[in-house]
C-alpha cells in the first residue's frame, strides 16, 4: 500500500501537525497560487479542514484518504505522517475548480472515468508542478495515490484514495 509523504519543513517552518487548519489552509492556497489555472486565486473564506476518521469507515469510503466538498475538506488522519500538504493541496485544487467551473465538474465527474476526469489530472499536476524542492514531475502522484468519484448526491465533487 502506497503511504502518503509527510511534510519536511524548512528550517524554521512549523511541523506540520503542528499548525492551525488555517495556517496550512494558507500555506496551500501558496502552493496553488504559482498556478495560473483560473482568473482568481482559490478563495478560502468559509473553506474548512476536517478530520473524520469515522466518515472514512463507512464502507463506501474506507478507501479513500480525503474528500473534497464544495467547501470542506475531509482528511482521513491528521495534517502531519498521514495526511500531507500534498493531500490537502490536491483537495483545495478541487475546491478551487468547483470555484469557477463547479457545473462542468459536477457534470464531468458524472461522466467522466476518474482516471481520465480532467479535474482529476489538473489536481495531481497542480501537485507537481508546486511540490517543494522537487522539480516537477517527480513522483508526487504517485505518493498522492488516485482519486476517484463518488456519486453520492448533495455538494460532494470527489475523493482521494491510495493506490
Ligand atoms: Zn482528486
Redesign the pocket.
Known amino acids: 500500500m502506497a503511504r502518503f509523504s509527510c511534510w519536511h519543513p524548512s528550517p524554521g517552518e512549523p511541523a506540520l501537525e503542528a499548525i492551525e487548519p488555517e495556517q496550512l489552509l494558507e500555506h496551500c492556497r501558496e502552493r496553488l497560487r504559482r498556478l495560473d489555472l483560473y482568473p482568481e486565486p482559490v478563495r478560502l473564506e468559509g473553506v474548512r479542514i476536517r478530520v473524520a476518521p469515522l466518515f472514512f469507515r463507512l464502507p463506501r469510503f474506507r478507501r479513500y484518504h ?1 474528500y ?1 466538498l464544495f467547501r470542506t475538506i475531509l482528511l482521513r488522519r491528521p495534517p502531519g505522517c498521514g495526511a500531507s500538504d500534498d493531500l490537502v493541496t ?2 483545495l ?2 475546491i478551487w475548480q468547483g470555484q469557477h467551473r463547479r457545473w462542468h465538474m459536477l457534470f464531468t465527474y458524472a461522466t467522466t472515468r476518474y482516471r481520465d476526469n480532467p ?2 489530472r489538473e ?2 499536476w497542480a501537485v507537481k508542478e508546486t511540490v517543494k524542492g522537487q522539480p516537477a514531475g517527480e513522483g508526487v502522484s504517485d505518493r498522492l495515490g488516485d ?1 476517484g468519484r463518488l456519486a453520492s448526491g448533495g455538494e460532494s465533487i ?3 484514495r491510495e493506490k
Open positions: 480525503g473534497a490536491h483537495e485544487c478541487h479535474y482529476e489536481a495531481r482519486c470527489h475523493s482521494c
